[in-house]
C-alpha cells in the first residue's frame, strides 16, 4: 500500500456527461500526477501539479482539468465524455528525495467505463 | 518525441529462471529510470529506480543501466509464478519530472 488514495474505485458514463475523479496523495508529498491507461498500454502523462500550480501537460485536450488543494488532494475533471476516455485514470504522488520529485507512487486507479 | 520502447511479451520463463526485461530510450538527456509491476486489473507498483550507469541490486531484483547505448533492463533472479505480471519500464528527462512510460513487457513465470 502507497498511502495514495482514489475515489470512486470504479464509474460508468455515457457520452457527454462530466467526471471528476479524486486523488489523496501520500503524506508529506507534494506532487500529483495524472495518468490514462488503456487497455494494453502504459500510461500517458495527462498533467501534473505541483504546490497547487500545474506544473507540466500532456497531449490531452483543453476538456481534461485539474486542480490541486491545499492539502495536496487532487481533482481530475473530464468534460464532454468520449467513448474513448474509457480507461484506468491513474494518480500518483511524489516523494522528493534528495532534491528529486520523480519518484512516483501510483494510487489503486479509477475504472472509467463510457457507454 | 520521447520514447520508451519494450517488447510487449509474453516472455515466458519458467520457475526458478532468470527473467530479463529490456526497454530501451531515445532522450540522451535522460537521467532517472524506474521499473514498475503491474498485475492485473491493479495500478503500478515501483520496484527499483536507478540514477546511475551500472548495476543496482534489490533482493531478487537487478536494475541495469547503459546510458551510452540508451536502455535499461531488469534481471529477476529465482522467478516465483507471482512475478508473472506486466512490468513498466519509465524514463525521466533532465528538467522534468514527468516520467514516459513504456508500454510494458508480459512476464509469465510457470511451474
Known amino acids: 500500500e502507497t498511502g495514495v488514495t482514489q475515489s470512486p474505485t470504479h464509474l460508468i458514463k455515457t457520452r457527454g456527461q462530466q467526471v471528476t475523479l479524486r486523488c489523496s496523495s501520500q503524506?508529506?508529498?507534494?506532487?500529483v500526477s495524472w495518468y490514462q491507461q488503456a487497455l494494453g498500454q502504459g500510461p500517458q502523462f495527462i498533467f501534473q501539479y505541483y504546490r497547487e500550480e500545474e506544473n507540466g501537460r500532456g497531449n490531452f485536450p483543453p476538456r481534461f482539468s485539474g486542480l490541486q488543494f491545499p492539502n495536496y488532494s487532487s481533482e481530475l475533471n473530464v468534460n464532454a465524455l468520449e467513448l474513448d476516455d474509457s480507461a484506468l485514470y491513474l494518480c500518483?504522488?511524489?516523494?522528493?528525495?534528495?532534491?528529486?520529485?520523480?519518484?512516483?507512487?501510483f494510487g489503486p486507479g479509477t475504472r472509467l467505463t463510457v457507454l | 518525441q520521447k520514447e520508451v520502447e519494450q517488447n510487449s511479451g509474453p516472455l515466458s520463463v519458467p520457475e526458478g529462471a532468470i527473467a530479463s526485461l529490456n526497454c530501451t530510450y531515445s532522450d540522451r538527456g535522460s537521467q532517472s529510470f524506474f521499473w514498475y509491476r503491474q498485475y492485473s486489473g491493479k495500478s503500478p507498483e515501483l520496484i527499483m529506480f536507478?540514477?546511475?550507469?551500472g548495476d543496482k541490486e534489490d533482493g531478487r531484483f537487478t536494475a541495469q543501466l547503459n546510458k551510452a547505448s540508451q536502455y535499461v533492463s531488469l534481471l529477476i533472479r529465482d522467478s516465483q509464478p507471482s512475478d508473472s505480471a506486466t512490468y513498466l519500464c519509465?524514463?525521466?528527462?533532465?528538467?522534468?519530472?514527468?516520467?514516459?512510460f513504456g508500454r510494458g513487457t508480459s512476464l509469465i513465470v510457470h511451474p
Open positions: 519509465a524514463v525521466n528527462s533532465g528538467g522534468s519530472y514527468i516520467p514516459t
Open positions: 503524506s508529506g508529498h507534494n506532487t
Open positions: 500518483a504522488s511524489s516523494l522528493e528525495t534528495s532534491g528529486r520529485r520523480d519518484t512516483q507512487y
Open positions: 536507478i540514477y546511475s550507469n
